[in-house]
């Protein structure tokens, strides 16, 4: 299954992309889902329809989908759904205000992965678009498989053993509910399919991003920050589609010359800050792209004859190597000049934390027993070198 994920600053046009790209990928007869992960949902007012929490057959091969947390709550998370509500409930919330607090900020995020990962295992789609929330909401998104894997790792199997001492003991006298097996294995199978999602999005023959943003100066900024950020998660960025350029003959006034003089030299900065980076632009067009016949034309600016859904570019962020019998990690971080990089392992896990964001990586078991012995960022990249080590338990860099 192909998964194509659009994202980029609120505003910038990611919606209609994203919708464009479903009706180009329809009309060559992949059987294609476009799924908003945005709460603020606008995909079903881009087709001109209403959708909801179950994919809605839009035109011949394509449907459209809303993610709806609670409703898919019910669904598949029925165990830790029911254990939450359980919790709150028991300390005298009341059952209704129980089952909106459970739902976390976020979880309208997770629930689309865990949608991702079913639709791949089932092999209901060829494509699946994903319609994302604005940068930051995507780039938690995005990271999340990773955030868990170090909780799922260290604590969860500790909790269970503890909770099946504690239940017939201590938990007979106790008010509030102690979670149950079930509720264990739930959590556990999660784990499993988070796995499963982050080998999805981080394989460049399966999934890829595609940054949207418009010629204005705090949205290339925003673009340069999140690009280093999805390089770092190990996310490969295909393309980078620059949407509503205005066209050069749009006007003599001075408003447009000047308009035109400031938007010719954002052009450039995107040029120059992105290099070889795949780069499409697409007109400001006099009407709001809303519809099939207008979601038709905007596709046919982006691709031509070509096929929306193939891979334009293959990139690998993070790369585990080995040079004359060292072994390194090279992780491409094109913006991260201005930032502090940090560089930390501890045991099987190296953290990497460029400005607000940390990797946390379990190393491969060949990395296992080493030491970070250097830790430099040149040309964009940031370069981990490794050397074996006996009791060693942190190594820092900077």
């Not at 254990?83 to 976020?106: D, M, N, R």
């Not at 589609?241 to 308009?259: F, M």
């Not at 120059?272 to 780069?279: D, H, P, T």
């Not at 990586?361 to 296992?368: A, D, F, N, T, W």
């Amino acid at each position: 299954m192909r998964t194509i994920i659009y994202t980029g600053k609120g505003g910038v046009g990611k919606t209609s992309l994203a919708a464009a790209t479903g009706l180009a990928s329809a009309t060559r007869g992949h059987r294609t889902l476009v799924m908003s992960t945005d709460s603020a949902h606008s995909l079903g007012d881009s087709y001109g329809q209403p959708l909801g929490p179950d994919p809605v057959e839009i035109r011949p091969h394509l449907w459209g989908l809303e993610v709806d947390v609670l409703t898919e709550m019910e669904r598949h998370w029925k165990v830790v759904y029911g254990y939450l509500v359980e919790l709150l409930t028991s300390q005298g919330v009341g059952e209704i205000t129980a089952k909106e607090v459970v739902v976390l900020p976020g979880m309208d995020l997770i629930t689309a992965l865990l949608l991702l990962e079913s639709y791949e295992r089932h092999q209901l789609y060829d494509v699946v678009v994903m319609d994302t929330a604005p940068t930051a909401d995507t780039l938690r998104l995005l990271s999340f498989p990773d955030a868990l894997e170090w909780y799922f790792t260290h604590i969860l199997r500790v909790q269970r053993r503890l909770a099946k001492v504690a239940r017939p003991t201590v938990g007979r006298m106790m008010k509030t509910p102690l979670p149950s097996d079930g509720f264990f294995t739930s959590l556990e199978d999660l784990y499993a399919r988070f796995r499963r999602v982050r080998e999805i999005l981080t394989d460049p023959k399966r999934a890829s991003v595609r940054l949207v943003l418009n010629p204005e100066r705090m949205v290339i900024s925003e673009t340069q920050r999140a690009f280093t950020y999805l390089c770092l998660f190990g996310f490969p960025v295909e393309m980078l589609i620059v949407n509503r350029v205005l066209p050069s003959g749009v006007g003599q006034t001075d408003y447009y010359r000047r308009a035109l003089e400031e938007q010719s030299r954002n052009l450039e900065s995107i040029r120059e800050a992105f290099g070889e980076v795949l780069r499409r632009e697409v007109p400001r067009y006099p009407e709001e792209v809303v519809g099939v016949d207008r979601l038709e034309r905007l596709a046919q600016d982006v691709f031509g004859t070509e096929d929306a859904t193939r891979i334009f570019a293959v990139s690998h962020p993070v790369r585990f190597l080995s040079r004359g019998g060292r072994k390194l990690i090279r992780i491409e971080l094109p913006f991260a000049s201005q930032e502090r990089i940090e560089v930390q392992m501890r045991r099987d896990t190296l953290y990497v934390r460029v400005g607000w964001y940390k990797r946390v990586l379990l190393l491969p078991y060949s990395y296992v027993g080493t030491r970070v012995s250097r830790a430099s960022y040149q040309e964009g990249a940031l370069q981990i070198e490794f050397l074996p080590t006996e009791g060693s338990e942190v190594s820092h860099g900077k």
